[in-house]
């Protein structure tokens, strides 16, 4: 059983930071993609930033300059960390894996990020 594993979120005031990570567990021969997704109320799930085993960085344009994602193959861990947040930036971040030749999208369940004064 495949398990993503978020932790770090909360309530930060803007222009904080905060650093998301996400440790995938279970019986996984591979992972191609890593990432972090987000869902605010009202909006649909947007992709925050995703890195490929060969280390190609995709950023949303929202973050660009403030949030920075990184890989641990090893350790099978996808980190986010975020700094300069701002309100519109609460939503639920998702952690996403995934290996489209094999069918695999796995997410974790979500965790909270509030930007509030």
């Known amino acids: 059983q495949v398990q993503l594993v978020e932790s770090g979120g909360g309530l930060v005031q803007p222009g904080g930071s905060l650093r998301l990570s996400c440790v995938v567990s279970?019986?996984?021969?591979?992972?191609?993609?890593m990432g972090w997704y987000r869902q605010a109320p009202g909006k649909e799930r947007e992709l925050v930033a995703s890195i490929s085993t060969g280390g190609t960085i995709i950023n949303a344009d929202s973050v660009k300059g403030r949030f920075t994602i990184s890989r641990n193959n090893a350790q099978n861990t996808v980190d986010l960390q975020m700094n300069s947040l701002k309100p519109e930036d609460t939503a639920v971040y998702y952690c996403?894996?995934?290996?489209?030749?094999?069918?695999?999208?796995?997410w974790g369940k979500g965790i909270q990020v509030t930007v509030s004064s």
């Open positions: 279970g019986n996984i021969f591979s992972i191609n993609t």
């Open positions: 996403n894996v995934r290996n489209v030749v094999r069918s695999m999208n796995l």
